[in-house]
């Protein structure tokens, strides 16, 4: 870590330190001239989000990878908190989990104003049998914004082509709207 971005604040969604367990953690760190926000977690009823507003301003990055489930009070509360940000200039999604990317589908204004950089997306080598969760990156990967158009990985064990594991236009269907 640089001291560039060293952690500016936390927050928990219930509790503290030590206390009930926690849903959802978030940490604050600056990197310039942008806010970087690592989620963790899950998404639910408690996860007081309206608590973060306040910290949020100017270009904003919500780092989405260790999201790790929303059930649908948490959508609701999500969708409430990314549409008013009253002090935020620019929101960024980057590195969403695949709970993420399935509420990306599901619900048309999840992601509120923000553009979604990069996420990840699951393959399989079925060779050597394992999973590889990729990051990918969607003006690199998805140029022309078709979902129908899997980027092509080759497993980093054995070389060979990964498979990806989903239905493509079922998965990278948001696409379309970035
Ligand atoms: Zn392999």
Redesign the pocket.
Known sequence: MSSKDLPVGTGAAVGLFGESERSLVWTLARKGEILVVHFSGEVDENAGLERLRPHLEGRVVFDLEAVRRMNSAGVREWVNFVRNLPQVSELVFERCSPTIVSQLNMIYNFRGPARVRSFYAPYI?E??D?DVDVLLDVDTHFPDRDPAKVPPFQ?P??G?PLTFDDIPERYFAFVVQL
Do not use: Y
Request: with cysteine; proline share 0%; hydrophobic share 10%.
């Open positions: 080598c060779h050597c394992v497993c064990k054995c060979r």
